[in-house]
């Protein structure tokens, strides 16, 4: 498994319309799904129960998509990006367009599509198009997820 | 703290635009943010390091956005509405209004604003409005859920 690209810390001023990030891969385990189960409290079937799972068209267990969101942010962390720069995640809206199972690796794209100066001379807001690859580089998640983060003025 | 309260299992057709659930309270724990660091792989300070959360404007150590949506399921899961009856999750779109920080009391709100027939007979889509208010009733986390419910035919 190759390990994480590392990016310096990107304050606003130094992201660029069309700049593509990435970062991963990553695999999710049997251990993180039951993890989720347990912090989120939701034990929905699919997620808990492999015998009702097999009997889905699904056939077979797979992660809370919200986890897959969760191993995304994961993901942007470990490539070092926003480190020291984030001062929130404002906005998150994403399709959960494939399952993932146990033993999946997950690799993230973050290409900027919107640079907002505001609300200040200090912070700005970063929306950037998402998208989650599995070991097939077919897509599992994708969407849109908006930060807000300090200006170089600022730091 | 008093307990969720529990629906039947709802199909697709058991839904009615504008009908409104609620669940929770469940409160957000510092452990809670501390698993939830684990499973994403998301070490953000803000998050993890309370004396730089601390010289933040937030002023102290805060959840995951992520978390927070985490915790909304589990909340609609606790509350019993789609037991057995949820074949997927299909898009979120959240802001993440307010910050959460350790013990806060989360309450979710989901009211009936889509309904799809599409894309089977024997399941549908449904969009629900949502609202996570902490213990002050103050909105912390906004938006819609899409999900894939099995139709009543179907059961």
Do not use: C
């Not at 470990?78 to 929130?88: M, N, S, Y």
């Amino acid at each position: 498994m190759i390990g994480p690209m590392k990016y310096p810390p990107h304050t606003w001023d130094d992201l660029s319309l069309g700049e593509v990030f990435h970062a991963g891969p990553r695999a999710v385990s049997r251990a993180d799904i039951d993890t989720f189960t347990e912090v989120s409290g939701d034990r929905t079937a699919l997620h808990t129960d492999d015998a009702y799972a097999a009997r889905t068209p699904l056939g077979g267990l797979v992660a809370h998509g919200v986890l897959n969101l969760a191993i995304a942010t994961g993901l942007a962390y470990e490539a070092g990006l926003f480190e020291g720069t984030v001062l929130a995640f404002r906005r998150v809206d994403v399709g959960f367009d494939r399952p993932v199972r146990p033993g999946d690796e997950l690799s993230l794209e973050l290409e900027v599509s919107q640079l907002d100066p505001r609300p200040r001379p200090d912070r700005g807001s970063a929306s950037f198009s998402m998208r989650v690859r599995n070991q097939d580089g077919k897509t599992v998640l994708s969407g849109t997820w908006t930060l807000l983060l300090r200006r170089t003025a600022s730091s």
